[in-house]
């Protein structure tokens, strides 16, 4: 099991490792991933489209924005200003999504070798050369995918902009939900800029006008969950849940906060409920998948998003989101597994030199790190 993996990883293996896993759980594709998806609009002729691959979305969604330019000027009103506001939050999401996929496929680069009293042991020219291509490929690879997060970031700063600009040019008499739809469109580009408090305060601002507003009550209650205000969001959920007892995408949420409160048993009925519930909803299926990955084992987590794609019918453009979902899992599965087996030669030096009182203090502090990690667990798109 991952959780394992970081228990028997080094500190600064660890450190990244669950950022990683926090990353991948919380915000792999941003803290309003499954409202995101349910909120990208048609757009028309230059949408999606069934089936069309990532990159043929962000073709589509670059040429969308560029006739909107065309159409609005460089002085949209407020209904021009919301539709340019909408399609740079939604290229700034997909971009996200490019980002985290080429993440995911980083190759992997092989630990400094050691010998059994953790001393460094000299590589060979040939050797030297091999490690040396795998670290240059590696830092390549890093260096490419995150061009896309500056161009998610570079987006959502338009994003902003745009919303700021609806803001300013309001009709007379607009009332509370046009406000708050404003304010939640604000809230998500903080959000995909990385400003979590500033997305939590456009978000309470949005909830606070519109309190009926499901959407906004989750998206609240992610990213106080995000934030660490796990109380917080447990309160929303709770509220929610009298509401509307019959959502799927609450009871996934549930179940992220339930699993990063620790509580994987209460987790795991969570998830399967809201599976039962909305079996063919990708992002509760991803969630869940990764989750087990995390849990579990990466079979575990694989073989529930591969049942998921398999029971799909033929031609459901979710069939091409499972297949990414898979390579991402694999991806980020190979990457534990290569940190991990990196810091094994630590530990089997720590083990064979360090005894008494420190080893055991040592040991002690790891175990409630990683238990603590077990329980930072949470959803994806």
Do not use: C
């Not at 089997?348 to 040592?362: I, L, V, W, Y």
């Amino acid at each position: 099991m991952f959780m394992q993996s970081i228990r028997h990883a080094t500190k600064k293996h660890r450190k990244v490792l669950l950022a990683v896993v926090i990353l991948l759980l919380l915000g792999l594709v941003g803290s309003f991933a499954t409202w995101n998806a349910a909120n990208r609009g048609n757009i028309g002729s230059a949408g999606s489209g069934a089936g069309a691959t990532q990159d043929q979305q962000l073709a589509n969604y670059q040429d969308y924005i560029a006739s909107l330019h065309t159409q609005y000027g460089d002085s949209p009103d407020y209904s021009g200003s919301l539709t340019m506001a909408s399609a740079y939050l939604q290229l700034s999401s997909l971009n996200l999504d490019k980002y985290n996929g080429e993440m995911a496929k980083i190759p992997a680069v092989d630990p400094p070798k050691q010998d059994a009293n953790g001393n460094a042991v000299p590589l060979s020219a040939d050797e030297q050369a091999t490690q040396d291509a795998k670290q240059k490929a590696h830092d390549d690879a890093v260096a490419a995918a995150q061009t896309w997060q500056q161009a998610s970031q570079d987006a959502a700063v338009q994003a902003e902009n745009f919303y700021q600009r609806a803001s300013d040019n309001a009709p007379e008499g607009l009332n509370d939900a046009g406000f708050a739809e404003i304010k939640a469109g604000m809230a998500q580009a903080r959000d995909m800029k990385g400003d979590e408090q500033g997305a939590l305060g456009f978000m309470e601002d949005a909830y606070k006008l519109a309190p009926d507003n499901i959407n906004y009550l989750l998206a609240l209650a992610q990213l106080r969950q995000n934030t660490n205000d796990l109380q917080g969001a447990l309160t929303l959920y709770e509220q929610a849940s009298a509401s509307y007892p019959d959502s799927a995408s609450l009871i996934s949420s549930q179940a992220s906060l339930q699993a990063q409160l620790g509580n994987n048993d209460k987790a795991l009925e969570l998830y399967k409920q809201a599976r039962t519930m909305a079996p063919a909803d990708y992002n509760i299926a991803y969630s869940y998948a990764t989750f087990l990955l995390l849990s579990q084992s990466t079979q575990a987590g694989l073989d529930e998003l591969t049942a998921y794609r398999d029971a799909l019918p033929k031609g459901d453009p979710n069939i091409a989101k499972a297949n990414d979902g898979l390579t991402n899992l694999q991806g980020w599965a190979d990457l534990f597994a290569s940190a991990a087996k990196g810091s094994d030669q630590s530990d089997s030096t720590a083990n064979g030199t360090d005894s008494g009182t420190g080893n055991s203090t040592d040991s002690g502090s790891d175990s409630g790190a990683a238990s603590g990690a077990e329980g930072s667990q949470g959803s994806s798109n």
